[in-house]
């Protein structure tokens, strides 16, 4: 409770995530469900309250980025996109982490998780391709697949027991299988 009020006592961030429910209420509501899984999830690997903040900070602001996208991603695969689409929609952790890189307001942990959370331990997320990720990021990642799953941001809407049983799938090939399994408990 403390860790989610401090978070929301920073007028940056609240500021921002009313400009994202205000563009959009699911990116609103998966940036708010992920926040709650990955403080949840943070909290039960018992890491530091700093830690737990920045990750907090960071999943309510990760697709900052989608707002500056022109193309339809609601309830699509990634298949279901044209090339050029594709390469649209994954600019947007980049395009996020821009428009906060020389903010003070928020950590370097925060910045990297905008930037990171559509990467995996496999290398073969984006938009940077990377292998060697922060714990962090790695919790957020899990939680915003799965939650992206269920709501339909970037893939197409599935099943609660779909979602885990990709996450099953990928245990130990794009998500860390600790954090994968203490999050499916």
């Known amino acids: 409770d403390n860790i989610i009020e401090s978070v929301l006592e920073e007028e940056e961030v609240v500021d921002r995530i009313y400009d994202i429910k205000e563009r ?9 469900n992920i926040c709650s899984f990955a403080t949840l999830l943070a909290l039960k690997l018992k ?5 737990v903040h920045d990750i907090a900070v960071g999943c309510l602001l990760h697709d900052l980025g989608l707002r500056y996208l022109e193309i339809p ?5 990634a298949e279901d996109f044209s090339n050029t689409e594709l390469i649209e929609y994954h600019k947007h ?3 996020g982490f821009t428009a ?3 903010e003070t307001w928020i950590s370097e942990l925060g910045k990297k998780i905008i930037l990171c959370h559509h990467e995996n ?9 990377r292998k060697n990720l922060p714990y962090e990021v790695q919790i957020v990642s899990i939680c915003d697949t799965f939650d992206e799953m269920i709501c339909g941001i970037g893939y197409r809407r599935q099943k609660v027991y779909q979602a885990v049983e990709y996450l099953k799938t990928f245990r130990g090939i794009l998500f860390d299988t600790g954090i994968v399994d203490t999050f499916l408990e």
Do not use: F, M
Request: aromatic share 12%; glycine share 8%.
């Open 24 to 32: 959009s209420s699911d990116v609103y509501e998966h940036s708010v």
């Open 121 to 129: 331990i496999g290398g073969t997320g984006y938009p940077l391709r």
């Open 47 to 51: 890491l530091s309250k700093e830690s």
């Open 100 to 102: 906060l890189q020389n």
């Open 73 to 77: 991603y609601a309830d699509k695969n």
């Open 93 to 95: 952790p980049a395009y």
